[in-house]
């Protein structure tokens, strides 16, 4: 059957989840596009260190993606599905949205990867809980409602690698990237806002 658009689009709380993954990649794509260039420009690593540091981070977010499946069972067990999925999310993106913060503050590099291997963690730690909602509320449309959200996130995963040099040249005055940890900490703050809104008992008709 062809998907259901309609119902997709009426469903406020599947916008909440679209502009939610929107704002996790806006965020998390750093990790995985500029962070050897932040490295090397900017914590003066050597590219050779710079490639461990990276693989620290996304391993920390291979870590996050095996416990968030337990968390968000144990908390939809504990607190229904509407906020077994929901709560756990806000929660991981509070806590990337401040580890993004304290970056600004962070002199070492290796400061600098222990916050951002928390923002990785954080981050792919709410996906279980991202992939049951979307399960919850599909139904027998589970694949449509997948695409929908992840086209969204997608969206979001594009647009950084655009936006970043647009701030770095305008704003970042003094190489420090502290605007560009700006604009990553407010794909978070969205995200974390949205998660509130998200309800996996309303399934998509």
């Not at 996790?24 to 750093?30: E, K, L, P, R, T």
């Not at 993004?100 to 503050?105: G, I, N, P, T």
């Not at 970042?172 to 900490?185: C, I, P, T």
Request: aromatic fraction near 12%; hydrophobic fraction near 55%.
């Amino acid at each position: 059957a062809f998907p259901p658009i309609l119902p997709l689009v009426k469903s406020g709380t599947m916008w909440m989840m679209c502009f939610l993954q929107a704002g996790i990649n806006i965020g998390w794509v750093f990790l995985v596009t500029w962070l050897p260039t932040y490295l090397q420009d900017v914590k003066g690593v050597d590219p050779k260190v710079g490639g461990l540091m990276s693989t620290i981070v996304l391993c920390a977010g291979i870590v996050g993606m095996l416990l968030g499946g337990p968390l968000t069972d144990i908390c939809a067990r504990k607190l229904g599905r509407r906020w077994g999925r929901s709560l756990p999310m806000v929660a991981c993106y509070a806590v990337a949205l401040c580890a993004y913060l304290s970056c600004l503050s962070l002199e070492s590099a290796w400061s600098f990867i222990i916050a951002a291997s928390i923002v990785a963690l954080m981050t792919d730690m709410s996906v279980p809980a991202i992939w049951a909602y979307m399960q919850d509320v599909g139904g027998k449309n589970t694949a449509a409602v997948f695409g929908w959200g992840n086209m969204w996130g997608n969206f979001g995963a594009a647009t950084t690698p655009l936006l970043v040099p647009i701030v770095l040249e305008k704003w970042d005055l003094n190489g420090d990237w502290h605007e560009a940890f700006y604009l990553f900490s407010a794909g978070y703050l969205i995200a974390g806002i949205c998660a509130l809104g998200i309800n996996a008992d309303r399934k998509i008709a």
